[in-house]
């Protein structure tokens, strides 16, 4: 062998010995960059898992208070739900459920008034269930302890005297609609929601039990606005009593904006004349027709009351044990409904109260002894009290607000109750 073909052969065993070199070296630093990426990244997914779970305990727990043993129940009930038991150890133990008072800043376990649930949701060596480390071993990490808490507050609610929905069942909405104003939603059997929903501070979203809320994805504040609450519907018992009323003609029980009449009519079609301050008593159907505006009229009628499109609608009470329906882009209710104080709009079914899409509501109370269907595109909802025996259904891409401190209605003095509502407050 020639003395070149030796030097070659030596030189690659010394290039292959500092690649060995080379790789004894990196391999260490190589490993610490993949636990840095994949553990580090577990432990920041579970410790966002864990905070989760631990605010709706704290949530759960504080539906329940004052009594402690209904608090832990149900806070561990909702834990199991949001995060599996590890090889049987629970990341919530009952002992991890403090009741106490929350001041507005800080919570003390155990003080009074009790007002308040702190959850501490754990993967530690003490619940036996720590995060088990993939590649931080070779750094000499073989687990991670990760603990989360949260603190629910239980406080009065505000009442809801501004107006809203409250149905006898559920209330059913889309998504992209903007709550403001102190706007409420209340449903004896739940409400539930689309996404992209914004609600604003003093909006209020009621039910029975918290556990009947459901949402479609994100919306903004909506943990603030919860409440558990009972709420008697008034508006529909009132129907039959005001149709009677209407019936027999008793003007002292309609708005000041009714001074005339009764008229009596078999029917009401798109070409009738109505003469403004009056009540118009009607055997069949009332079909007002559309592209008209219609204000300071009563109408009670024995079948449907039916409006078009392209109406506007001020001062007008409408009443019947049949359907209302609305066909689209009404304008409902006076400009003036804040500064005016009271209602202008009322709407009372002993069946269903229905809308199209694309209209306008201000100033409107309705009771109906079946559902109500609003539509979809509702062009904005303000100044509203409305109550259904049934569902109340309505759709996306809506405004809802109110009159500070509400409107007075000439048809019952209606009073939400304050009920209790939960926040997290840490």
């Known amino acids: 062998m020639s003395n070149t073909v030796k030097t070659l052969i030596r030189l690659l065993r010394d290039a292959s010995g500092a690649v060995i070199v080379l790789v004894a070296v990196a391999l260490p630093v190589f490993l ?24 709706a305990a704290a949530l759960a727990g504080a539906s329940q208070l004052p009594d402690n ?26 002992a991890d459920i403090e009741t106490g008072n929350w001041d507005g800043s800080v919570f003390v376990a155990g003080a009074k ?6 959850a501490t949701a754990r993967r530690t060596n003490a619940n036996e269930n720590p995060l088990q480390s993939i590649f931080a071993m070779f750094a000499g990490i073989n687990e991670f302890e990760i603990s989360r808490s949260a603190v629910a507050e239980s406080e009065p609610g505000k009442g809801c005297k501004s107006g809203g929905f409250f149905s006898a069942e559920e209330v059913l909405s889309g998504s992209d609609n903007d709550y403001t104003e102190d706007f409420c939603l209340y449903g004896d059997d ?16 009621a039910m029975n039990d918290l556990s009947d809320f459901e949402q479609g994805g994100e919306n903004g504040a909506v943990e603030d606005s919860l409440m558990e609450a009972e709420y008697d519907l008034e508006l529909p018992g009132l129907v039959s009593g005001i149709v009677d009323d209407m019936q027999n003609g008793l003007l002292n029980e309609m708005p000041d ?6 008229v009596y009519l078999n029917e009401i079609t798109d070409v009738t004349p109505l003469i403004p301050n009056t009540l118009y008593i009607v055997e069949e ?40 329906l609305f066909g689209s882009d009404n304008v409902i209710g006076s400009l003036n409904y804040c500064s005016d104080g009271t209602y202008n709009i009322y709407l009372y079914s002993g069946d269903n109260i229905e809308f199209g899409s694309d209209n306008y509501f201000r100033g409107a109370q309705m009771g109906a002894r079946g559902e109500l269907k609003l539509g979809s595109d509702v062009a904005g909802i303000k100044g509203v009290h409305a109550e259904a025996t049934g569902k109340i259904d309505y759709g ?13 209605s000439d048809f019952g003095d209606l009073e939400f109750p304050v009920g209790t509502q939960f926040a997290l407050v840490r």
């Open 32 to 55: 610490l960059m993949l636990a840095w990426v994949i553990d580090i990244g577990l432990v920041r997914l579970t410790g966002h898992r864990l905070q989760i779970t631990a605010s």
């Open 69 to 94: 043993n209904d608090v832990r129940t149900q806070a561990l009930l909702y834990s199991g739900k949001n995060y599996a038991a590890i090889n049987g150890h629970p990341v919530l133990k009952a």
């Open 113 to 118: 008034p009790k007002n308040a649930v702190r």
């Open 190 to 205: 739940g409400v539930k929601i689309g996404s992209d929903n914004t609600v604003s501070p003093g909006t209020t979203i």
């Open 257 to 262: 904006f009714i001074t005339n009449g009764p």
């Open 285 to 324: 159907v009332a079909d007002l027709g559309s592209d008209r505006v219609i204000s300071d009229i009563a109408i009670v009628a024995k079948k449907e009351i039916k409006v078009g499109s392209d109406v506007t609608l001020s001062n007008v009470v409408f009443a019947t044990e049949d359907k209302i």
């Open 396 to 408: 996306s891409a809506d405004t809802f607000g109110s009159c500070g401190g509400g409107l007075a």
